[in-house]
Structure formats: C-alpha cells, structure tokens
C-alpha cells in the first residue's frame, strides 16, 4: 500500500514570495487549468505582481503595468484606494462587527439609507448580497413572490449578462454560458427579445397578456457595451408600468459612475421597480452587492413576518463591507466626481477618434459612454477555425494577439469577450488621468501601426511555446 504524499502547507507570510512557477502551478492544479491555458495564451500568467495601487499594477521585475481592466467593473476606484483602505482600517481599530444575524447591524441599516438617499423617492428598501449574480437572484425572487404564479413568463434582451449562479443564469443570453445546465428558472418560462427594440416588447406582451411578471436587462450592455437609444428606458418603464410588468435594471458592472452618471437610468429619466448593483461597491476590495426596490413591493412579496426569512443570506452586508461601500459611495457622489469621469471620458474619446482617423481600415468604431469604452476592430479574416485551443475562432485568436502585445510588450492591461471577439474592452479607474489615456493611447497605437499578420504571428509563436 503506497502512502499518500504529504502536502506541505503554506503560511500567509510565505506565500506573498512564493515565486511565479510555483504559484502558476498550485493555480492550474487546484483551481482550473483549462482557465489557466487561457491566461497564459493571452500573456496573462506572465505577471508576477508584487502590489497593486490606483491604476497600475506593480511586478516583482520593478516595472508597472497599467490596468485599463477594471476587472469587469470592479475597480472604479482602482487599487488600494486610500480612503477605502481608512475605511477598512478603521473597522479593524474599532472591532466593528462583521457578522450579525439576530439582531440590528448598525453599519447595515446606515449602508442602506444612504443608497436611498441617491436614488429616486420610491427606492428606498435594500437587501444585501455579495454579488450582482445573488442581488440578481433576489430580484427574480421578488418579482415572482409579489406577481404570484399567473403571471408565469419574464422577459430578457439579447446579449444580456447578469451573472452565472443557477437562478441568474437563466436570464444570461451572452454567449454559451448557460449549455449544459438545469437551469434554477425554467427555460419556457423565459421570454427573449432584442435589446433596444421597443416594437418587439409591444409584440411580446400583445403575445402573453396578462401573463408576463416583469421583465430583466442592462441599461448599457456590460458585454457588447451597447447603449441603447435616447427614451428607449423610459418608454420601456412606461409601457412595462401600463402592463404590470416589473422592470429590473441591472446595473452592477455600469452602475455608480462607470456610465457618467452615478446610475444610467438616472440620466434617461426612467425609474426601475427594482435596481440591482454590486462590483464596485466593494470599493475594489470587498463583495457586496445590493437589490433595491420601493417599501410596497418588497412588503407585498415579504411583508409577513411568516415571509421575513424568505429570502436570505450567511454573509448580507458584513459590517466592514457595508463600512467599505458606505466610504466608496462617498466618493461617487462628492462634489466634482461625475463631472471629473464626463471630462475624462470626452478627452478620451477624443483621443481615441483621433486614432480611429489614423487607422479607419482597423478601428470600425467605437462604443460606450462614461467610462466604459468598447474599440470595435475591422479584422479584414473570416472567422475561420485554428488548431489553438481557445482561439479557434481567427477572430478570437487576432483579438488575443492585441491583447497579448498591448500586456507583454506595453505593459497595458486589457480584455475581451468571447461574445464579441473584435471588441476590445477598456475600463479604467474613473479617477484615472489624462496622462495615464494617453501612454494607453500610445501604446494602442504602436500595436495598430504593426501588421495583422505579424501580431498573429507573434500570438501563434506564443500559443506554442
């Protein structure tokens, strides 16, 4: 009988200098491979970082690098935002609590009453997640409780996103993310139709009277950055309004500034039933999320106290969390802030039309508002099929060169969806600079001024090794 090898633990001191192999290693066989050969293609397993603080990431080589990621909405307020950093240092000196469920958590209820402060009079009840998949699930859940079983269908966009958990998964039409799951809402339940298309809503209900509960989207779409027409969320509100359909906006990845304003829905003069935001609330530092909704809908659907507990959860608004989001909504509503993100955004435009005029056989067009930016490129291939795992796709494959080069040999953090592989995604911190626009442009542009053949080529040589 052959013992089992020991495996030596790793304390919290030592892991900080553990060297890149070791760490890429415990990664790919404790965590997920397949994502590890994803991130080495594209470069990403190359950085080694030793810290991180506002836009940049800083490598053990002594270098930086900057993160024009966001991770996906996270970082708003880039790394190790000071203020963020005093809020949660302050939770530590103080012993403040963290998990309370019997009872009143005072950073809770605070947390609360100040999300309704800036938001529209009637949204003015909150419940607490850590995610926008979970503040998703809640609001699902409510709709249903509240509208009863006769109304039996809701409606999704084409596109959307709004997480990967059982529930919220239903309702994610991008991509492919949903296959091969029992799905937490039945699928004939699920109606879908085209985002930005007022006629096919109208159609859908002339269709299902009566039977439609509510209705799920993106004021922006997160994975495409589609920004629908000017009055399309308010006609959408008002028709959904006139049918007793319940509207949920998600605006977990373009919410609390990302879009220009503290929420889209706010600049369009359209009010949701139910709101929901997470990622940045954490202030990039912790998990929290939060489904917000009027007094009336939430005591129709959990007024009872037989209903109370309905809907719960373990780790809704930890008290340091809510200390964290409390400081990071600070920020998004000081003086100046929104105003700061519209300038930073029309100076980035700008420069990034300039490049488009540069490269009008590369750069088809550009997407976005705020900050939240989306480069579409011309990729002159079919999408033919490669012998790459993962980047099949041509498209898939040349879109990773450009992310590749602008990481590996710029020094630029970026990313991309699978469901729009010419689309390359950029979300800088909205307390970026002027200054950090322009090294991305420069970078972008000496990436642009290279052949397609010769960054594929390089993405290929890569791929291999």
């Known amino acids: 009988m052959t013992s089992k090898k020991v495996k030596s633990f790793i304390k919290l001191e030592e892991a900080i200098n553990i060297d890149q192999k070791e760490f890429n290693s415990y990664y790919r066989k404790n965590i997920n491979s397949a994502l590890f050969s994803i991130f080495k293609l594209l470069g990403f397993s190359k950085i080694d970082i030793e810290s991180a603080q506002g836009s940049f990431l800083y490598l053990k080589v002594k270098t930086k690098v900057l993160d024009f990621s966001g991770a996906c909405g996270s970082l708003n307020l880039g790394h190790n935002h000071p203020e963020i950093i005093n809020a949660e240092k302050f939770c530590h000196e103080n012993n403040t609590i963290d998990a309370l469920k019997f009872g009143v958590n005072k950073l809770q209820a605070i947390l609360a009453h100040n999300i309704s402060t800036v938001l529209p009079e009637e949204l003015d009840t909150t419940f607490f997640s850590t995610s926008g998949a979970e503040a998703n699930e809640a609001a699902i859940k409510l709709v249903t409780k509240a509208q009863g079983t006769k109304r039996k269908y809701i409606i999704r966009t084409k596109g959307s996103f709004h997480g990967k958990t059982h529930g919220a998964l239903a309702f994610t039409e991008s991509e492919n993310f949903s296959e091969g799951f029992h799905l937490g809402f039945p699928r004939e339940n699920i109606l879908t139709i085209p985002f930005n298309n007022l006629t096919a809503l109208t159609e859908i209900i002339e269709k299902y009277p009566h039977e439609i509960a509510g209705i799920i989207l993106e004021p922006i779409q997160g994975q495409d950055i589609v920004v629908p027409d000017k009055g399309y969320l308010k006609e959408l509100q008002k028709i959904c309004s006139q049918n007793n359909i319940l509207t949920i906006f998600d605006e977990y990845k373009i919410g609390l500034g990302r879009s220009g304003s503290l929420f889209y829905f706010q600049s369009q003069e359209a009010t949701p039933d139910i709101l929901t935001m997470a990622k940045s609330l954490g202030g990039g530092k912790r998990a929290i999320g939060a489904m917000v909704t009027s007094r009336s809908l939430w005591e129709k659907a959990f007024g ?10 373990t780790f809704s608004g930890l008290g340091g969390s809510c200390a964290v989001a409390i400081k990071s909504l600070e920020i998004f509503t000081s003086s100046n802030f ?32 705020g900050l939240i930016i989306g480069i579409e490129f011309n990729f002159p291939i079919s999408q033919q099929s490669l012998n790459i795992p993962f980047a099949k796709n041509i498209h898939i494959a040349m879109m990773g060169s450009i992310v590749r080069e602008l990481l590996l040999n710029h020094n630029v953090l970026t990313y991309f969806n699978g469901s729009s592989p010419n689309i390359l995604n950029i979300l800088p911190p909205l307390n970026t600079s002027r200054e950090e626009i322009d090294f991305f442009i420069d970078a972008l542009n000496q990436v642009l001024d290279q052949k397609y053949t010769s960054l594929i080529g390089k993405f290929c040589k890569g791929a291999i090794s």
């Open 338 to 369: 929104l105003q700061n993100v519209n300038d930073l955004s029309e100076y980035f435009f700008t420069r990034l039309d300039d490049l488009k005029k540069r490269y009008p056989k590369k750069i088809s067009s550009l997407r976005g508002r």
């Open 304 to 313: 009872k106290k037989k209903d109370a507990t309905l809907h719960s959860s």
